[in-house]
């Protein structure tokens, strides 16, 4: 008779990505202010920032400041990635300072290629959700149409470069800036997919890893 092992498994190495549900009440006043800037032309014009972003992609436009403060959005984000940092490094953060926090309305065949942030804590969450994102043409292929795909190091023996996220409306997923990550397109549905992202910085000793001890 076997002997029973107790044993574990680690699984620690890579970003760390920290996922929370973004309340309702903010959802509900995120998806009211966007409503407002599509039917304003001039704003949807003021605040496109299509040019700026890598994203193929029906409309991208930046959140106001203000707007920002007085939905609560700042200080979800500020609460949420003071708790992530304080649990991963045992620090408490003293800067929290949002570079930029943008939309992204995504409709069928559009995509956002692979890439990166600037700043040093990145996220994305989700607003409206298709009812479908559809099925692949080979019905034995894994499906990303209209995933998250974070990206980093590579693919080897029991080790993973990429974690696919099916978005759900209310779900956000923090993570460094550097992690890569892209979205593929989705078809079968006329829906929309609405993202929000945002950049921060925090404190530059506790991000600068590689500064002197």
Known sequence: MEKKINSRIIKKFGPSILQVKIPDEIVKKLNNYVDK???DKNKSKELNAGEN???DVTQEFMLE???IKDSGWYT???SCVNNWIEFETKKKIKKFEIINSWIVRQFKNEYNPIHWHGGHISGAGYLKVPDTFGETFQPNKHNVN???ELIHGNRAFMCSSKATITPKVGEMFFFPHY??????PFVGTDQERRSISFNCFI???IFNVFGRK
């Open 37 to 39: 800037i599509i039917d």
């Open 53 to 55: 972003l890598v994203g």
């Open 203 to 205: 404190d530059e000793d």
């Open 146 to 148: 209209g995933r998250l």
């Open 76 to 78: 979800f984000l500020a």
């Open 179 to 184: 992690l890569m990550h892209a979205v593929s």
């Open 65 to 67: 400041d203000k707007f």
